[in-house]
């Protein structure tokens, strides 16, 4: 007896080896205490979702290619490898590219501005976009014994109105920061990393910091946009308002205001339409800000504020500000429909009215017709009947005169006669026509 055919292969999905890579793509750095790091997030002006992907990954060739680094694989969105002595990761994202070189060892002046020059200035003038942000990050080691020294570095670095200093993940760090803009235009950050943290945990502490300022600062721009659409609503606003108190009384040009109306409900369209994509990406970049600072289980530092607090004093009302204005966007968009709705019924039931009036003036005419019409039967009759009777007087003259009757006797005679015959003519001809 033959052995059994093996069964057959069951065939995998096209995309599910690539979806399920797509959960491992971007693995945290492995970073040895002391380091810097030094960060770049780069964005185009407008448009941003839709630009050439092609010119993010040629800047990046051209980068890779100063430092004879390899090239990471056609249509690649993220990349890790070596830049001399550094090391790099580049990742390509919906709206921004972001660069982070790493660097072992610190300088001896903290966040020294010379160490964004690992980035040539010529290299970055070519950039397909323009700088959202950037960051240096100094990675030191301190025992637990020494922590007492944290505190007064951190005042010396950072602004201390600003200041955010907390534990992270089980006290095996200590990150703080002021989320302001140094005069070499970077964020500073800094780790106090315990000397037993392992590398990965390193890694993503530095990661999560840089998630934070980028999505923070993503997130401010629809901020802005809100900001720029309060003034323009608040005028809509007020006209919408106008229209709709006017309609709660007699209206003059209902027509005119149902085109004001009309134009007032297309402006907002418009600008909701313009402005969904931004508010979306803002509630979605909000929600990784508030994500990456949870994972982190802050814990007070000599009771500073932590990132928490910074982000709920400072991030959180602007956030609420976003949503605010998208739903009141939404909401004057809304109301504008419903008014649009009820002004057009009226100008229905108006022009219903008007229609119905019409209708009765056109019976009015329609009867006044048919009277005039009748008055002109009957005019018609005579007249016809006046030439008619000559004919026939005519035609009859010649009998008549033997019989002894006159000419004014025989026209009497057949008056009433031929009178009859026209009218019923005419009747015929009428109820023909009918």
């Known amino acids: 007896m033959d052995d059994a055919a093996p069964p057959t292969a069951l065939a995998d999905h096209p995309l599910r080896y690539e979806l399920a890579n797509e959960l491992h793509a971007r693995p945290f750095p492995s970073l040895d205490a002391p380091c810097r790091v030094v960060y770049l997030a ?3 002006p407008r448009e941003a979702a839709a630009r050439d992907r092609g010119a993010d990954r040629a800047h990046l060739l051209e980068l890779l290619d100063r430092f004879g680094a390899t090239h990471p694989k056609p249509g690649a969105t993220h990349y890790f490898g070596d830049l001399g002595k550094h090391q790099i990761k580049w990742e390509c994202h919906t709206e921004f590219v972001t660069y982070t070189i790493f660097t072992p060892d610190v300088s001896e002046r903290p966040f020294d501005p010379k160490a964004f020059e690992v980035l040539p200035a010529d290299w970055l003038a070519r950039a397909p976009g323009a700088r959202i942000t950037s960051a240096l990050i100094r990675v030191e080691e301190v025992a637990k014994a020494d922590e007492a020294s944290v505190l007064p570095k951190a005042f010396s670095w950072f602004v201390p109105e600003s200041l955010a200093v907390s534990r992270v993940l089980d006290d095996t760090a200590i990150m703080a920061g ?7 235009g970077h964020m500073r950050f800094a780790v106090f990393v315990r000397p037993d943290t392992g590398a990965r945990r390193i890694g993503r502490i530095v990661q999560r910091l840089t998630e934070i300022e980028t999505y923070k600062t993503m997130s401010m721009l629809g901020y802005r946009r809100a900001r720029d659409l309060s003034a323009r609503m608040g005028e809509l606003d007020q006209a919408l308002t106008a229209l709709v108190t006017d309609m709660t009384g007699p209206m003059e040009t209902p027509e005119h205001s149902l085109e004001s109306l009309l134009r007032v409900a297309s402006e907002l369209e418009a600008l909701r339409a313009q402005a969904t ?4 990406a803002t509630a979605a970049y909000e929600a990784i800000v508030n994500d990456r600072v949870r994972v982190l289980r802050e814990q007070r530092f000599e009771g500073r504020q932590t ?5 709920a004093r400072r991030f959180d009302p602007a956030m609420r500000t976003v ?4 739903g009141r966007l939404t909401e004057m968009a809304e109301r504008a429909m419903r ?4 002004l057009r019924t009226k100008v ?8 119905a009036d019409l209708l009765a003036s056109m019976d009015r005419r329609a009867d006044l017709q048919l009277r005039l019409q009748r008055t002109v039967e009957g005019l018609s009759v005579v007249a016809i009947s006046y030439y008619a009777v000559n004919l026939v007087a005519y035609l009859a003259y010649p009998v008549t005169a033997p019989l002894g009757l006159s000419e004014g006797l025989a026209t009497a005679l057949l008056t009433p006669p031929v009178v009859l015959g026209v009218w019923l003519m005419v009747q015929r001809i009428r109820r023909h026509l009918e």
């Open 178 to 184: 002021d989320f302001r803009i140094d005069e070499g």
């Open 307 to 311: 990132f928490q607090e910074f982000m």
């Open 339 to 342: 008014a649009g709705d009820l």
């Open 348 to 355: 229905d039931v108006e022009r219903q009215a008007q229609n």
């Open 277 to 280: 994509f931004r508010f979306g």
């Open 323 to 326: 949503k605010s204005t998208e």
């Open 42 to 44: 780069i964005k185009q």
